[in-house]
Structures are given as C-alpha cells and as structure tokens.
C-alpha cells in the first residue's frame, strides 16, 4: 500500500515556494496570417494575433519578440467598415500596439443598463490604431473585427463563452495558457427592490460581449476585526451580489470534464466565492471545471417573516440564500458545456456553512438531479437545530418560530406588522439597516424548500442518494473559541451535568485526557467533537443506511494560520507559534484547493505534498465517484461495522474507530442508536 508522511517525503521546513497568481495575463499567439495581404511596414504577426484582427502577417518582423504577449485583454466587440487613409505618421508598430491592447470594457454590474467605460481619448485612439494597421496592409478596403471571430483567442474556442443570457470574455490566468477564467457571471438577476426577499430570477440576456474578468461585487455581511483568522475588511459589498466565477481546463473546450460547485462558509453571514483561497486554477490544471458563487447571506438571504409568507406562490419565506444556490446549479446544468464541463458530473461542495449547504441540499427535493456527487467539509445538518417556519418545537432545539425571530428583527427595525405595507417597508429600508438586524442565518424547515428535518428526508429515503465524501479536522473549535470566557472546571463540569444528564459521567471520563490539559482545552474538544465531527460521521452512516457509498477523512494535521479572506496580510500573532491552533476550522481548506503557498506564510514540504494528494483524491471522486487513484494510499469506504476513516496528519494513513468511544456518546444525546 503507498503511504505518504512527512516524515518519509521531505517534511523539512524551507521557505514557501511560489504559486501563480491570477491576474490580468497577456494573451498566447496561436494563429497565423495571410502573407499575400500585406506588404512591408505592417504590424508583427504576433500584434496581429494577440490583437482579435485578422490581417497583417508579412514583412512584419521590425517591432521583435517582445510583442509576444499582450499584458492585457481584448474584452470588447469592435466592428470598423471601411476605414482608410488616415496618416499614420508618430504610429510605430510598437507604439500602435500597445494602445490597441488596452481594453474596451463593457461593465456587467450595472443594473438593466450595459455601460461601456472609456479612458480619456481611448476611443479615439482605438480608431486611430486600426486605420493605421490597415494603411500598413497596403490600404485594405475594409476589416471586421469580431471577438470569437479572430485566430487570436486561443483553443477550440477561444475565450469566448456563449451562455444562455448572452457572450461572455475571460481570460487565461497566466502564460501557460492552460486555465480560462471567467470571473463576475451574473447567473440571476439582482435580488433589489422589489425583488429583495423574492426567489431568484435567472439573468436577464443581453447583447454583445460582456467581459468575465473581475470578480462581481460580494453580497452584504458585517465586518470583522483582524484579531481573528476570519478578518473581513474593507470589501465591496452589493445586494446586486449573484455571481459566479468558473475556472476551466482550456485544451480541450470540447470535452466533458467533471464539474465542481463551491459553496463557500461563514456561517451563512459572510463570505464570498471570490475569496483567494477558492482560486480555481490548480484544481482545474487537475482536469475539472470549477464554479465558486456568492449568494444571499445574513437577513438578506434567511429572513423569514408572515409578510413575506403571505405573498409566495408557496407559502414560505426565509431561505432565499438556499434558492439562490439552487438557482446557481440551474445555471451550471443548463451552461457549463459551454466550458467543457459536463452536466451530467456534478459534484457540489463546501466547508462549514457551505458544507451545511451540501446537506440541505441532498436534502432539498428542489436540488433533485442538479448533482451528482456531494463533498461536505465540517458541517453536517442531522443534529437538527433548524427552525420551522411558523411554530416553534423541541424537536429542532429551536426556541422560536422562524416567523418569530423574523417580527422581532422587523421590529427591532421599526417595522411592525405583517401585512403587505409591512413587507413594502421592509423592502424600502437601505441595505445597511437591513444588515444591523438581530436575526441568526441558516435554514429554514419551510415546507417548500425543506418539506420537514433533513435527518426525517434522509431516514425516508427522501434525499438525493448520491456518494459522498465527508469529514472534520482535529481541532475545530480552536480558532473559534473565545479564551476570555474560558469557564473553571467546576463550571464545565456542571455545564456537562446539565446538558447530557445521565450521559455526563460517561462524557467526563472520555475526555479526562483533555481536562487534564486545561478545561478550556476539554470544552474545545468537546464542543468541537460534538458540533462537527460527530455530524460528519453520522453523515457517513445515512449515507451507508440509505445504501450508497461514503468516504470519511479526518484532518490531523497542523497548518499554519491564515486569514481566509485577506491572505495579503498574512502576519497573525498566534500565542504558541503559527500551528499552535492544530487542526483548525477551515485549516484544511489551501490543501484542498492546491493553493498552499497562495495564503499565509511558514509553508514546509510536507504541505505541498499533503495538498496535492489531498486535492487529487477530491478530483478523482468528482470524475468517477471513487477518491483513489494511482500513487495515493488505498482510502477504504466508510462501514459502520469497521468505522474506516483516511487520515491527514504527518503521514496519510487509514484508521478505524476514530473517537469512537467520544461519538457514541453523542449519538445517543441527539437520539440516534448507539454502535
């Protein structure tokens, strides 16, 4: 059996290797020109293919080499007829071609107008640089310009993407030319106005060439200060927030690679599919098409209250962050052939929200068929916890009705009532009111989106049955704990006798080992154990009941901290050292994507290493349902009779009875059967 360590694959500490980073990038010369249409003095053949113009290949050496590769791309449709005789005299080819280069941008984030930006004279200039490299082509009558048209876009098909709505621009991430990305697709229109608190409602399709080269706004969510991993500042945040961005394989547009969809975490209230940790590029270099999306968060996406009930066509409210997902699926299946993903591949994905996310929707009878295979990283749904919609019960743990918590942040807001002219004021308020709400965010068991409990769908055989990978890290609640409230034993230990009754001796004893550390470190554990880990493995076993196959991991091993949504500011003083933190929620994150090296600092071999078996065995169960593979340690299926788990710590190893004594306990709390 192969067996990766750090110990025995250079896990010796050295300075962090670089990764590309996404950018602007020049663009790959891949077409040829007619040598019979120009004469001498026109622009290299290299312009002319970088430049979406056909034309001008003969004679045309004088500007050399460095006009390999534009920096940047050409991100609009431009049609000129007939254009001649203007001078061309203070136009080198060099000069020309490099103000041809600088782009049109047609903005897509400008609600129900299309605004084309300019610089001062670019225009003109544009004009100028065209009429010029005709002249140079011995006054050619006429030349037409059409982006997809031109030898200029590279493979199969180019950058050009045509969607459902409309043509769309990306762009190669770097000089190798082997990923496209198409960053800031709108896949539904703007949840404003009238249509905040409202279901999705596909993008509207426009004309012409729209750029996919920045990433679109993020969706509305309070700050948070740079104490914490979870840093989140200064951002561009918008209710008109529903974008996507994907990353493909470019040299085969033709083919069907398997398609991953990610949902990103932050609790349902912060952040973003744009995030640099989600950079789609090593994993698509893997062969896979990946799509990362925002969606509705906070009370902009969880809201539930009797007003907004009242006006659906289907008698609920609140989960409009989940319609939103579900809306961002649609798009994929009905789309990403376009990007040579195939529709039919489905894997969808996330880690803690987002992994919530994966649950509720292999729940969902909505999200029935939209996918096909289902990752979900430290975030189960089967404790319950949910609210219903218009009654409270003990069976979710929830103290109130969703409706309930709804009218008292309305209220909380100065709206009262629950009649049309209620849900109107409400959608009157500004955005940045609508954020001050006292309101928790997740889902809502609502009858339409979630008919009842995820754990009642599953144990029906209700859900999507499909095969999952599922897991947890060691350490969950280390960076999420507050050390300031850190309770004395005696305090936890009556905590314990209280929330598990006649299970907290047995509780107690299976975590001396961490009392004895301290008992903030047991309360870590326990609430760690018991909010993920334990969710991940019943997770497992339903899907096992259910008769499909799951994979369990456990992450063990150490990473160094990062902020997740500001890797530019990586320096984060952590009492003990930059793994003083283990197995953290969210640690796992850089390896799965490949992007170790992209965040944070203090990288060793072993995490490079580590990562890229980690990412291959997500990819090989997005392509055939099965993580194993050729070079990586045999990953056993999960089986509740041999409780078999892959870990990831300082070597890649398959265990059983992970916590076992631990997990039981927990299962029979939440009032599943002891094993």
Same mark, same amino acid.
Not at 313 to 319: A, E, K, V
Not at 579 to 599: D, I, K, M, T, W
């Given at each position: 059996?192969?067996?990766?360590?750090?110990?025995?694959?250079?896990?010796?500490?050295?300075?962090?290797?670089?990764?590309?980073?996404?950018?602007?990038?020049?663009?790959?010369?891949?077409?040829?020109?007619?040598?019979?249409?120009?004469?001498?003095?026109?622009?290299?053949?290299?312009?002319?293919?970088?430049?979406?113009?056909?034309?001008?290949?003969?004679?045309?050496?004088?500007?050399?080499?460095?006009?390999?590769?534009?920096?940047?791309?050409?991100?609009?449709?431009?049609?000129?007829?007939?254009?001649?005789?203007?001078?061309?005299?203070?136009?080198?080819?060099?000069?020309?071609?490099?103000?041809?280069?600088?782009?049109?941008?047609?903005?897509?984030?400008?609600?129900?107008?299309?605004?084309?930006?300019?610089?001062?004279?670019?225009?003109?200039?544009?004009?100028?640089?065209?009429?010029?490299?005709?002249?140079?082509?011995?006054?050619?009558?006429?030349?037409?310009?059409?982006?997809?048209?031109?030898?200029?876009?590279?493979?199969?098909?180019?950058?050009?993407?045509?969607?459902?709505?409309?043509?769309?621009?990306?762009?190669?991430?770097?000089?190798?030319?082997?990923?496209?990305?198409?960053?800031?697709?709108?896949?539904?229109?703007?949840?404003?106005?009238?249509?905040?608190?409202?279901?999705?409602?596909?993008?509207?399709?426009?004309?012409?060439?729209?750029?996919?080269?920045?990433?679109?706004?993020?969706?509305?969510?309070?700050?948070?200060?740079?104490?914490?991993?979870?840093?989140?500042?200064?951002?561009?945040?918008?209710?008109?927030?529903?974008?996507?961005?994907?990353?493909?394989?470019?040299?085969?547009?033709?083919?069907?690679?398997?398609?991953?969809?990610?949902?990103?975490?932050?609790?349902?209230?912060?952040?973003?599919?744009?995030?640099?940790?989600?950079?789609?590029?090593?994993?698509?270099?893997?062969?896979?098409?990946?799509?990362?999306?925002?969606?509705?968060?906070?009370?902009?996406?969880?809201?539930?209250?009797?007003?907004?009930?009242?006006?659906?066509?289907?008698?609920?409210?609140?989960?409009?962050?989940?319609?939103?997902?579900?809306?961002?699926?649609?798009?994929?299946?009905?789309?990403?052939?376009?990007?040579?993903?195939?529709?039919?591949?489905?894997?969808?994905?996330?880690?803690?929200?987002?992994?919530?996310?994966?649950?509720?929707?292999?729940?969902?009878?909505?999200?029935?068929?939209?996918?096909?295979?289902?990752?979900?990283?430290?975030?189960?749904?089967?404790?319950?916890?949910?609210?219903?919609?218009?009654?409270?019960?003990? *069976? &979710?743990? $929830?103290?109130?009705? @969703?409706?309930?918590?709804?009218?008292?942040? !309305? =209220?909380? /807001? +100065?709206?009262?009532?629950?009649?049309? *002219? &209620?849900? $109107?004021?409400?959608? @009157?308020?500004?955005?940045?009111?609508?954020? !001050? =709400?006292? /309101? +928790?965010?997740?889902?809502?068991?609502?009858?339409?989106?979630?008919?009842?409990?995820?754990?009642?769908?599953?144990?029906?055989?209700?859900?999507?049955?499909?095969?999952?990978?599922?897991?947890?890290?060691?350490?969950?609640?280390?960076?999420?704990?507050?050390?300031?409230?850190?309770?004395?034993?005696?305090?936890?230990?009556?905590?314990?006798?209280?929330?598990?009754?006649?299970?907290?001796?047995?509780?107690?004893?299976?975590?001396?080992?961490?009392?004895?550390?301290?008992?903030?470190?047991?309360?870590?554990?326990?609430?760690?154990?018991?909010?993920?880990?334990?969710?991940?493995?019943?997770?497992?076993?339903?899907?096992?009941?259910?008769?499909?196959?799951?994979?369990?991991?456990?992450?063990?091993?150490?990473?160094?901290?990062?902020?997740?949504?500001?890797?530019?500011?990586?320096?984060?003083?952590?009492?003990?050292?930059?793994?003083?933190?283990?197995?953290?929620?969210?640690?796992?994150?850089?390896?799965?994507?490949?992007?170790?090296?992209?965040?944070?600092?203090?990288?060793?071999?072993?995490?490079?290493?580590?990562?890229?078996?980690?990412?291959?065995?997500?990819?090989?169960?997005?392509?055939?349902?099965?993580?194993?593979?050729?070079?990586?340690?045999?990953?056993?299926?999960?089986?509740?009779?041999?409780?078999?788990?892959?870990?990831?710590?300082?070597?890649?190893?398959?265990?059983?009875?992970?916590?076992?004594?631990?997990?039981?306990?927990?299962?029979?709390?939440?009032?599943?059967?002891?094993?």
């Amino acid at each position: 059996m192969t067996k990766l360590s750090s110990r025995g694959l250079g896990g010796r500490s050295r300075r962090a290797r670089s990764q590309t980073m996404p950018a602007y990038p020049g663009r790959h010369c891949a077409a040829t020109c007619s040598s019979a249409r120009c004469a001498s003095g026109g622009l290299p053949a290299a312009a002319v293919r970088n430049s979406s113009m056909s034309g001008c290949a003969s004679g045309c050496a004088a500007a050399g080499p460095a006009l390999q590769h534009s920096s940047r791309p050409t991100t609009a449709t431009v049609r000129a007829k007939r254009v001649r005789d203007i001078a061309t005299a203070g136009f080198p080819a060099l000069d020309v071609w490099r103000m041809m280069t600088r782009p049109l941008l047609v903005r897509p984030f400008t609600t129900g107008v299309t605004a084309m930006r300019l610089s001062s004279n670019r225009s003109l200039l544009f004009v100028l640089v065209l009429a010029a490299s005709l002249a140079a082509c011995g006054g050619a009558g006429e030349a037409e310009v059409a982006a997809g048209e031109s030898a200029g876009l590279d493979g199969p098909r180019g950058t050009l993407v045509k969607t459902t709505a409309g043509e769309l621009q990306g762009e190669y991430v770097d000089d190798a030319h082997d990923v496209l990305a198409f960053r800031g697709v709108r896949y539904a229109e703007p949840p404003v106005g009238d249509a905040r608190w409202r279901p999705p409602r596909p993008a509207t399709r426009w004309n012409g060439v729209r750029p996919a080269t920045e990433f679109g706004p993020v969706c509305w969510q309070r700050e948070r200060d740079m104490s914490s991993l979870y840093a989140r500042v200064g951002f561009d945040a918008d209710e008109d927030c529903l974008y996507l961005n994907v990353w493909a394989p470019s040299a085969d547009r033709t083919a069907t690679h398997p398609v991953m969809v990610w949902f990103h975490g932050g609790g349902h209230n912060a952040g973003a599919g744009s995030a640099r940790m989600f950079d789609g590029t090593a994993l698509a270099r893997k062969g896979v098409v990946l799509v990362t999306i925002n969606y509705r968060l906070g009370p902009f996406g969880f809201l539930a209250h009797p007003a907004l009930t009242a006006e659906s066509d289907h008698g609920s409210s609140g989960n409009y962050g989940l319609l939103d997902q579900i809306a961002a699926l649609r798009w994929v299946r009905d789309n990403i052939a376009e990007f040579g993903g195939d529709p039919g591949n489905v894997t969808i994905f996330g880690q803690s929200a987002g992994s919530w996310t994966v649950c509720y929707l292999t729940a969902s009878p909505l999200a029935k068929g939209l996918f096909h295979k289902a990752i979900g990283q430290s975030g189960g749904c089967f404790k319950g916890e949910r609210p219903y919609l218009d009654h409270a019960t003990g *069976e &979710t743990g $929830a103290e109130k009705s @969703a409706h309930d918590a709804g009218l008292a942040a !309305a =209220a909380e /807001l +100065g709206v009262e009532g629950d009649g049309p *002219e &209620t849900a $109107a004021a409400l959608r @009157a308020l500004a955005p940045e009111t609508v954020l !001050a =709400a006292t /309101l +928790g965010s997740g889902a809502i068991i609502d009858g339409w989106v979630l008919p009842r409990t995820p754990r009642e769908i599953f144990a029906a055989g209700e859900h999507s049955n499909v095969p999952v990978i599922v897991g947890a890290t060691a350490n969950e609640r280390a960076a999420l704990y507050d050390a300031s409230s850190e309770p004395s034993r005696e305090e936890l230990v009556a905590r314990i006798r209280n929330d598990f009754g006649p299970r907290a001796d047995a509780l107690l004893a299976a975590y001396e080992g961490d009392f004895a550390d301290s008992p903030g470190t047991a309360d870590r554990q326990i609430s760690g154990d018991r909010t993920f880990v334990w969710e991940m493995r019943t997770w497992a076993r339903a899907v096992e009941d259910a008769g499909n196959v799951a994979w369990h991991y456990f992450f063990s091993h150490a990473p160094p901290v990062f902020r997740l949504y500001l890797p530019d500011q990586p320096d984060l003083q952590v009492e003990g050292g930059r793994r003083a933190y283990g197995a953290y929620h969210s640690g796992e994150l850089a390896y799965v994507f490949g992007n170790v090296g992209l965040v944070g600092i203090d990288w060793i071999d072993w995490d490079h290493e580590l990562s890229e078996a980690i990412s291959q065995y997500w990819v090989n169960f997005a392509r055939t349902g099965d993580p194993n593979g050729e070079g990586l340690p045999a990953w056993p299926r999960y089986e509740r009779a041999t409780d078999q788990s892959i870990e990831f710590g300082s070597e890649i190893r398959a265990v059983s009875g992970l916590r076992k004594d631990k997990l039981d306990i927990f299962d029979g709390f939440f009032g599943f059967s002891e094993s």
